[in-house]
């Protein structure tokens, strides 16, 4: 599968005050986004994201290593191919959303009658068609983060990059960025999405990287990673209170008479029969897997300082 | 022909200055002007008009002067600050089409309020004079030429420190630039570190006297146009280069 973004051994040291103390902000980061695929980036607060995606961007020059996109070094035709939302985006206040996202269509040279039928469209898809003629003063945070999105979907992007789409948002806006970044993935576009929104990351992105203190720390498909193996979740009801489990189950949780019993795939056929043989009723029998907060708090643990 | 990222740069720059109402200045200057015929004294009807067309261009020089230091320093700062820059490069544009795209938004803005204050200054000499003296407009070229190239060392200095140490790196080159040709042969003849001095700011700093021509306007003498041509080179030349200098150091800054 060819690659959207590759990142190869990225290092970025940050000189700070005029006695240029260095603080290591990226150390090694090397990642590969597929395209078509969601790649989430996840990792605590100073943990290298932002400075990742600035130098994706071309904001920050790297100190060491090689940024390719679409297979190509960052230049200004290969930017016409990129969109991008940063992280709490701001926007010229005075101007209304059509004509700021005029603006930003200009900058890509985008022919004017092609402009207009673009932001019309992309007003629409972000919901905002009946804002149009407000300024952007007037726009709630939620609103505003749904125009920043549009602003970085202004060229119809191949590669969309956003910094914390969700930050700040109340759970309704952060459902609705998620469904527009699901629909934008649908449409064949590469996503790479930073966020501390464990949850949102997890059902929308396909693969992730785990980074902390400025390297990669855990990467892979999200279906793999939050593969717990071999193990089996046995819910079953109907126990009698004297009711002995089976030994070397590996978590048993009781909730409103019902029993959860996590065992391995070799005893799971003896579990569903001791089960029985109590006469109990099995509920259902399915694979476990970890959510993304629990495979995160594992990997980062109780460090969740930055650098 | 502009490229459509400098036209749209410099469209957002104009738009926002109507926004902050610095057009407003030019209705200021307008009403100044009502105020000062009535303080001149009554000399001859020829002394007046002089008198009266040196203070008005002295007033409208200031103004202008004061817009291009004002539009200028807070162009680059502001939108890093704002973050706004961000939405901007990370589209296909060249930095130095930003700081072009700025710099030309500016001039448009200066231009447009320097014209108007000619007109202005135009309207009242000959309404109280009954006297069409056409070298205000070569008064008030010569303005927007100086302010062009304030307006540029401005533009250099934003993206190296903030406005407020720009607003004061201004007001210096405006007076060393005032100043040097004066000064500078005295400079010269000093001898050790003023003659150094001297020869720096001498090949350094654009002369900005080069552009006072407002005894000459007030005594109604018309400026030779090779003049005018002359100055607009200097003024493109020492503009060119100061720009080329901040496209440089805004391309090596990091973001």
Not at chain 1, 8 to 37: C, F, H, M, Q
Not at chain 1, 68 to 78: D, E, M, R, T, V
Not at chain 1, 292 to 302: D, S
């Amino acid at each position: 599968m060819d690659t959207a973004l590759e990142l190869e051994n990225l290092a970025k040291t940050y000189k700070i005050g005029w006695r240029g103390i260095e603080r290591k902000a990226v150390v090694d980061i090397s990642l590969a986004i597929p395209t078509g695929t969601v790649f989430g980036l996840l990792g605590p607060n100073g943990a290298g994201k932002t400075t990742t995606i600035k130098m994706a961007v071309g904001f920050l020059r790297p100190d060491s290593g090689r940024i390719s996109i679409f297979g190509q070094a960052n230049s200004l035709k290969i930017r016409s191919r990129i969109g991008f939302l940063p992280e709490q985006p701001y926007f010229y206040p005075h101007l209304t959303a059509e004509k700021a996202l005029d603006f930003y269509a200009r900058l890509f040279y985008i022919k004017k009658a092609v402009r207009q039928e673009r932001v019309r469209l992309l007003l629409d898809t972000v919901g905002l068609s009946d804002s149009a003629n407000l300024p952007l003063q007037k726009f709630s945070k939620g609103m505003l983060q749904r125009f920043g999105i549009a602003q970085a979907l202004v060229n119809n992007p191949d590669l969309l990059i956003v910094d914390e789409p969700a930050s700040g948002l109340d759970p309704i806006g952060q459902v609705e960025i998620r469904k527009i970044l699901t629909a934008l993935n649908a449409e064949g576009k590469s996503i790479l999405l930073s966020s501390h929104y464990l949850s949102e990351v997890e059902n929308i992105c396909h693969e992730v990287a785990i980074i902390n203190k400025g390297t990669v720390i855990s990467r892979g498909k999200v279906k793999n990673l939050l593969d717990t193996g071999d193990t089996y979740a046995v819910i079953a009801s109907s126990l009698p209170t004297d009711w002995q489990p089976i030994k070397l189950a590996t978590k048993i949780e009781r909730v409103n008479g019902m029993v959860r019993m996590v065992v391995e795939k070799h005893r799971l056929d003896r579990a569903i029969e001791n089960i029985r043989s109590s006469g109990g009723f099995i509920e259902g029998v399915h694979r476990t897997t970890k959510t993304l907060e629990q495979l995160f708090m594992e990997i980062i643990g109780g460090d969740t300082r930055g650098n | 022909m502009i490229r459509v990222a400098i036209r749209a740069i410099a469209g957002n720059v104009i738009r926002e200055a109507i926004r902050l109402k610095i057009v407003y200045v030019t209705v200021l200057f307008a009403l100044l002007l009502f105020s000062i015929e009535p303080m001149i004294p009554s000399f001859k009807v020829g002394l007046r008009v002089q008198l009266f067309q040196d203070i008005a261009l002295g007033v409208a020089y200031i103004a202008i002067v004061i817009l291009a230091i004002a539009l200028s320093v807070n162009q680059v700062p502001s939108e890093i600050e704002r973050r706004t820059i961000y939405n901007i490069f990370s589209k296909p544009v060249r930095r130095s089409d930003f700081l072009i795209g700025k710099y030309i938004g500016i001039l448009a803005v200066i231009t447009a309020c320097a014209f108007i204050m000619g007109l202005a200054v135009f309207g009242f000499v000959f309404a109280y004079f009954g006297k069409l003296s056409y070298g205000i407009f070569q008064g008030i070229c010569m303005m927007i030429f100086e302010a062009a190239l304030i307006s540029a060392f401005a533009t250099l200095i934003s993206t190296l420190t903030s406005p407020i140490i720009n607003t004061c790196a201004c007001l210096l080159f405006w007076f060393v630039g005032h100043v040097k040709s004066n000064e500078l042969a005295v400079m010269l003849d000093s001898g050790g570190a003023g003659r150094a001095v001297g020869l720096v700011l001498k090949y350094l700093l654009p002369s900005l006297d080069n552009f006072n021509i407002s005894e000459a306007v007030a005594r109604g003498i018309i400026v030779r146009p090779s003049f005018m041509l002359e100055v607009l080179l200097y003024t493109l030349a020492f503009s060119a280069v100061f720009l080329a200098i901040a496209s440089f150091s805004l391309s090596r800054r990091e973001l």
